[in-house]
Nanobody
Framework: QVQLVESGGGLVQAGDSLRLSCAASGRTFSSLAFNWYRQAPGEKREFVAAIGRSGDNTLYSDTVKSRFTNSRDDAKNTVYLQMNDLRPGEAAIYYC?????WGQGTQVTVSS
């Protein structure tokens, strides 16, 4: 079973950038496709971005397209979510997902 560990969250101001990481273990990394979701307090978990096994295929929600970039480094067994121009409404716990498994999440707080 795959294990996922997110990191990179923190407190930033609106307009700032953050790069989240998701380190995977327990499965052959190159066989995995990854998703990023986020969940704000009192809200349901929502899809943010996805990256395919080759890294060439990416998908983004309309709200983050052009500001967020999903990438992967198979040598490091890690996927990244580069988030630019963060907005206060994007404060949430960000989760990595692969192979029906979730990480513990990393908190992103955006002050206005």
């Amino acid at each position: 079973q795959v294990q996922l560990v997110e990191s990179g969250g923190g407190l930033v101001q609106a307009g700032d950038s953050l790069r989240l990481s998701c380190a995977a273990s327990g499965r052959t990394f190159s066989s995995l496709a990854f998703n990023w979701y986020r969940q704000a307090p009192g809200e349901k978990r929502e899809f943010v971005a996805a990256i395919g096994r080759s890294g060439d295929n990416t998908l983004y929600s309309d709200t983050v397209k052009s500001r967020f970039t999903n990438s992967r480094d198979d040598a490091k067994n890690t996927v990244y979510l580069q988030m630019n121009d963060l907005r206060p409404g994007e404060a949430a716990i960000y989760y990595c997902n692969a192979d029906c498994t979730w990480g513990q999440g990393t908190q992103v707080t955006v002050s206005s």
